[in-house]
T-cell receptor, first 122, second 113 residues
Framework: GAVVSQHPSRVICKSGTSVKIECRSLDFQATTMFWYRQFPKKSLMLMAT?????????EQGVEKDKFLINHASLTLSTLTVTSAHPEDSSFYIC??????????????????FGPGTRLTVL | AQSVTQPDIHITVSEGASLELRCNYS??????LFWYVQSPGQGLQLLLK??????LVQGIKGFEAEFKRSQSSFNLRKPSVHWSDAAEYFCAVGGIGTYKYIFGTGTRLKVLA
């Protein structure tokens, strides 16, 4: 259980185009999902918090008009990189927050991560 | 300030040897603590987590971690490392009332045959 998928796993695009990345929680509902960016050999940088049915909350320094986030259902969040530039090339990882699994642990608030998307902008 | 420190950037161990990865945190409330593992080009997989109760937590793949409140630590251990354990390991802290995690900078584990 607790599986999160991302699509695509890799994408190469030309500068100036837009790219959409999907994040899905496959076996649980996630009212909250997160989008991270990871630079080579670095830790994860939280970009934004995606809330189902409402606007995303962006971290300081992240351009909300460039990184559009939509969380239209309890199992799907999308990140669209608009007018991509080479500096947007990175590894993007999503996570989904699971707060419903109370049967085994009694308490939970765990993020489960997708496999990541490697974006290369030429 | 809230933070997570993983003092060891790289660790190299021989296959079959024991392993301990250090994690220290600074957090103003009762922490939730996590260890994740990331293989190259992959997402993060949850190894184990601590919310409350027994301070020795068992995880997947033979890993365990011990929460020591007095030392603000949550070190990850494995008695016998396998070559497939070579990866990047991240410690993270969250807490009641906040759903954001604070991640450490990671420890890269290399396993010698």
């Amino acid at each position: 259980g607790a599986v999160v998928s991302q699509h695509p796993s890799r994408v190469i695009c030309k500068s100036g185009t837009s790219v959409k990345i999907e994040c899905r929680s496959l076996d649980f509902q996630a009212t909250t999902m997160f989008w991270y960016r990871q630079f080579p050999k670095k830790s994860l940088m939280l970009m934004a918090t995606s809330n189902e049915g409402s606007k995303a909350t962006y971290e300081q320094g992240v351009e909300k008009d460039k990184f559009l986030i939509n969380h239209a259902s309890l199992t799907l969040s999308t990140l669209t990189v608009t007018s991509a530039h080479p500096e947007d090339s990175s590894f993007y990882i999503c996570s989904a927050r699971d707060t419903a699994r109370l049967a085994d642990t009694g308490v939970t608030d765990t993020q489960y991560f997708g496999p990541g998307t490697r974006l290369t902008v030429l | 300030a809230q933070s997570v420190t993983q003092p060891d950037i790289h660790i190299t161990v021989s296959e079959g040897a024991s392993l301990e990865l250090r994690c220290n945190y600074s957090y103003g409330a009762t922490p939730y603590l996590f260890w994740y593992v990331q293989s190259p080009g992959q997402g993060l997989q949850l190894l184990l987590k601590y919310f409350s109760g027994d301070t020795l937590v068992q995880g997947i793949k033979g890993f365990e971690a011990e929460f020591k409140r007095s030392q603000s630590s949550f070190n990850l251990r494995k008695p016998s490392v396998h070559w497939s354990d070579a990866a990047e390991y991240f410690c993270a802290v969250g807490g009641i009332g906040t759903y954001k995690y604070i991640f450490g900078t990671g420890t890269r584990l290399k396993v010698l045959a």
